[in-house]
């Protein structure tokens, strides 16, 4: 019963939100992030992150949700430390605000800029804390030859 409900939503979601942003505002991105970023503004993009981002890229940004497998869509894990190193927060920007492939835009009817600079700092968070990969043992060394008696 869930997973239909779940892509009733994400259906009713792509209907809503437009599929292009006016030209002017794809290109409107700041160059730095101009967020403050507080404990109040966190709790507020973990709400839109819930509301709007979490029915694909799973609950604790691991791309792993009910939808996205449903859609057979190959999801990024944000948990994962690699994952968003090669991206610029500016680059995250103009994915979220103008969409990419499958994923609609996020309309600023539903969430500011500021919002979507706090929104970035919280999906950065996903990957802090995770176990890195640790270095492979090294091999043991073999235990030094003995002499002989009498050598």
Not at 20 to 37: E, G, L
């Amino acid at each position: 019963m869930l997973k239909p409900v779940l892509f009733f939503s994400a259906v009713a979601l792509l209907a809503i939100a437009p599929l292009t942003a006016p030209a002017a505002a794809q290109d409107a991105a700041p160059q730095k992030v101009p967020a403050k970023v507080t404990a109040e503004t966190q709790a507020k993009a973990k709400n839109l992150y819930a509301r709007d981002c979490a029915l694909c890229h799973g609950a604790t940004g691991d791309g792993k949700s009910d939808l996205a497998k449903d859609m057979q869509l190959n999801m990024v894990d944000y948990t994962d430390p690699k994952t968003l190193a090669s991206l610029q927060d500016q680059d995250l920007f103009k994915i979220i605000r103008n969409g990419k492939d499958k994923m609609p835009a996020e309309d600023a009817g539903r969430a500011k800029d500021e919002e979507v600079w706090n929104l970035i700092v919280y999906i950065r968070n996903f990957s802090k804390n995770q176990p890195t990969a640790t270095p492979a043992a090294a091999p043991a060394a073999a235990p030094a030859a003995t002499p002989a008696p009498g050598h």
